[in-house]
């Protein structure tokens, strides 16, 4: 190997580790100038709603418009410094788009979160059961292991009575 890629190879780590704070930054942040921040949790199967949580940011009333698939769900405001939390139908086998906006007055509506979420949750009586998928994977292993063991057995067995011959 040449002195060169010995080098390379040698400060590639190094290299890696000086830029991965650089691109710790591009991950999505809070932008400075929204006045609340929205999450979404996941749905929740026994209801078929997503819980919105909507949080003022700022030390002044934010007025929100709530919006699934563009219709609008929930609108008001938003103490200072508070925490609101809605409740958002999503039907079973469908997803919806969850909009927060800012709504201010003479001016449009500023889109501040946008979330796709998806009602996947099983349908039928029976919940609290799994569909059977098969045997379990550690029977299966084990099972692969024991004959493993037994064809080594078989081969160690055969080459023994072979080898060594006497020669002639």
């Known amino acids: 190997m040449r002195i060169g890629t010995r080098v390379v190879l040698a400060t590639l780590p190094m290299t890696v580790a000086l830029l991965l704070p650089a691109t ?14 929205m999450t979404v949790d996941d749905v929740a199967c026994r209801s ?6 909507l949080r003022n940011v700022t030390r002044q009333l934010a007025r929100y418009d709530l919006r699934a698939d563009g219709r609008t769900v929930a609108s008001g405001s938003i103490p200072a410094r508070k925490t ?6 999503v039907g079973k086998g469908s997803r919806a788009e969850i909009e927060a906006y800012s709504v201010a007055e003479h001016h449009p509506d500023t889109l501040i979160d946008s979330t796709d979420i998806e009602n996947d949750c099983p349908w039928g009586h ?23 063991l037994v064809i080594m057995g078989g081969v160690l067995w055969w080459y023994g009575s072979i080898w060594p011959r006497s020669a002639p």
Not at 30 to 36: E, K
Not at 48 to 53: C, F, L, M, P, Q
């Open 84 to 89: 609101i939390v809605k409740h958002v139908r």
């Open 126 to 148: 029976h919940l609290d059961r799994l569909p059977f998928t098969g045997p379990p994977v550690d029977l299966m292993a084990k099972l692969a292991t024991a004959g493993g």
């Open 48 to 53: 078929g709603r997503a819980t919105v949580t």
């Open 24 to 37: 710790a930054w591009a991950w999505p942040r809070l932008d400075p100038g929204d006045p609340f921040t």
